[in-house]
């Protein structure tokens, strides 16, 4: 059984930074791609940043510059490097893994940016 644990979320101010994880257990088939997504109080959840087996990186145009996702193989992670953080990128991130015949998601972990 596949499982994907987040952890690094916490309370930070405007302007600075957290290094999100996503450990992943299990034995896994072909992985297509590795996301990030995040949902903020009252709003839907959406796609922040995204990461192909081809290494192609996608972000939402509101943390380009900001936001930078990888894939640490050492570790059997995926990271989510965030800077500069606003009050705006508040939310529960969560990360997913989508292969064949598999999509996984973790639970996520919390963000606030407040001053």
């Known amino acids: 059984q596949v499982q994907l644990t987040e952890s690094g979320g916490g309370v930070v101010r405007p302007g600075g930074s957290l290094k999100l994880s996503c450990a992943v257990s299990g034995s896994l088939d072909l992985v297509y791609s590795e996301a990030w997504y995040r949902q903020a109080p009252g709003k839907e959840r959406e796609l922040v940043a995204l990461?192909?087996?081809?290494?192609?990186?996608n972000y939402i145009d509101s943390v380009k510059g900001r936001f930078t996702i990888s894939r640490d193989n050492a570790k059997n992670s995926i990271i989510l490097e965030m800077n500069d953080l606003l009050p705006e990128d508040t939310g529960v991130y969560t990360c997913?893994?989508?292969?064949?015949?598999?999509?996984?998601w973790g639970k996520g972990t919390p963000v606030t940016v407040s001053s």
């Open positions: 997913r893994l989508i292969g064949r015949g598999m999509d996984y």
């Open positions: 990461l192909t087996t081809g290494e192609v990186k």
